[in-house]
């Protein structure tokens, strides 16, 4: 009080700024201080928030001396949240890898993966010792589940009563380490992302793996038949399980999560749950070619709708390898449709020979017709290979196969020709 009488005075202004992740609480003699400015307005607190993707980007201009892709501010930012310190980490750890020369941010081809520097281990690392060994243990389990966290999972995930937990939660929230979510009593998330993933990294694999078939049972039996949308979550982490030889579980969750993503036309994300069945399957001792082939089928076709055709060949391809060894034509015309995308286009001039090698080569497996799931497909393989022969001149035989489709169609909805 006497040092601010004395040294600031009435006519001056002091500006505290302090950071949003600091908690001072009111022992703490830097809040008595702000207090006793706030009685004698003489201050002014500004509450310091994260800096902007615009601010990452002239950071790295200026220390770095580059000028950085969009892609390296994005992942910068979204991985520090904006932080000054954590930003400064960040980069003097890529410029210490040598990964912010210019062949190395060509090579990147836009995906960055940032490691967590040994700075900001070492501040997270001080804030998560100030916690009791208890609560760190909650923490580290919390960390399993995500950014966000749920207290009727947690607690069934780590084993405690709700008292425990809440006991718990409570002083890491109190810490700044965690924070109370709006949209409904008992949802939590860490105060930032690399709090949760230092947290994360600090699990032994067994562990890891345990915790994570832990948290997929836990979310399954408490969902049910009505998860829905939290059927990504339970793929995850059965998928994260998988090394504990639940291979089945983590296909069956995949499956499910790629089909609820299938009813939202949520392509992309189809294609992704497919991918990790099919990684899952990999793992599994006895091969089951068959369902190989079907993740390869469902794969394929939500590529292409999703308008990746480097990857919807790719899938399509090795599945058509695997239908031909199954001598299964109706999987074989699936994958030969998904190989041309789900919209017909036909480059000018060119005729793709792959394609068309496969549309024949399903269409002559579909005979002789062995029910109706089979001449649906061998009207959309003749009709599609009539389209991709469009710039082959042989208009015959392309007069036929518009024919022929023209007759299945019309034969599928039970409408005779006149």
Known sequence: ???????????????????????????????????????????????????????????????????????????????????????????????????????????????????????????????????????????????????????????????????????????????RVIGELGEGVGRYRFSHALMRETLYEELSTPRRVTLHGRAGTVLEETYGEGAGAHLAEIAHHFFQAVQSGEVDRAVRASVRAAEWAHERQAWEEEAEHYGRALQALEL????????????????????????DPDQAH????????????????????????????????????????TVVELLDEAREGLEPLEDREAQRLRTQVVARLAIELYFGGDWTRIERLVEEATELALSLIHISEP
Request: proline share 5%.
């Open 284 to 307: 599994e001792a006895q091969p089951r070619p068959e369902l190989l082939c079907d993740l390869l089928v469902e794969r394929a076709e939500a590529l292409a709708l999703a308008l």
């Open 314 to 353: 790719e899938a399509a391809l090795e599945g058509a390898d695997l239908a031909r060894s199954l001598d299964s034509p109706k999987r074989l015309a699936r994958l030969a449709l998904a190989y041309g995308g789900p919209f017909p286009v036909v480059e000018m001039g060119r005729v793709d020979a």
């Open 1 to 175: 009080r006497q040092f601010l009488a004395r040294e600031i005075g009435p006519s001056r202004l002091l500006v505290v700024a302090t950071y949003r992740d600091v908690e001072l609480r009111r022992r703490h003699p830097l809040a008595e201080t702000l207090a006793e400015l706030a009685r004698l307005q003489l201050g002014e607190r500004i509450l310091l928030r994260g800096i902007t993707q615009a601010d990452v980007a002239r950071f790295l201009e200026q220390t770095a001396n580059v000028e950085p892709p969009e892609s390296l501010v994005e992942a910068i930012h979204r991985e520090t949240e904006g932080n000054p310190f954590f930003v400064h980490e960040v980069v003097r750890l890529l410029t210490s890898d040598g990964r912010l020369e210019p062949e190395a941010m060509a090579s990147s081809e836009g995906q960055w993966s940032l490691e967590i520097p040994q700075g900001v281990r070492e501040v997270v690392g001080r804030r998560l010792n100030r916690l009791s060994e208890s609560c760190n243990e909650l923490l580290l389990v919390a960390s399993v589940l995500g950014r966000d966290f749920e207290l009727a999972i947690l607690e069934k995930v780590a084993g405690v009563s709700t008292d425990e937990a809440l006991a718990a939660l409570d002083e890491a929230l109190q810490a």
